[in-house]
């Protein structure tokens, strides 16, 4: 999937335990790692996708991110599944990307068209 922002695929080194119950795995970053993305998944097999500046699931040389406490909101939900963050991520990338360069990119499909749409009212 293209990205506007050149984020990529960024498995972090460890499961990130979470207050509470649940486990947090870094997937995604952007291009200067500045946000993060983690789905999280709950023992009860619920899951949420979530953003931060925080690099949970990686040792840096100051700490090592291995609990995530909600309580502290330093993430917020973006996506209540791993699917649904996956559909809007392609959708809305492809909709930026396809509208900035008219010329060189093939035209929004319907689907896009409806989307985009949907936001702008």
């Known amino acids: 999937m293209r990205s506007t922002t050149l984020a990529y695929l960024d498995l972090g080194e460890f499961l ?10 870094h997937f995604l970053s952007d291009q200067q790692w500045v ?5 999280f ?3 009860d097999g619920s ?18 991110h291995r609990l ?20 809007r991520f392609w959708i809305e990338n492809e909709i930026w990307l396809r509208a900035r360069d008219r010329k060189s990119e093939p035209p929004l499909t319907d689907e896009q068209r409806a989307y985009a749409e949907h936001y702008l009212r």
């Open 35 to 39: 946000l993060h993305w983690l789905l």
């Open 16 to 25: 990130v335990d979470v207050a509470g119950g649940g486990s947090l795995i």
């Open 68 to 87: 995530f406490d909600p309580e502290r909101r330093e993430a917020q939900v973006c996506a209540e599944s791993f699917s649904e963050f996956l559909y």
């Open 47 to 64: 899951q949420a996708v979530v953003v931060t500046d925080v690099p949970f699931g990686f040792a840096d040389d100051e700490k090592t």
């Open 41 to 43: 998944v709950g023992v």
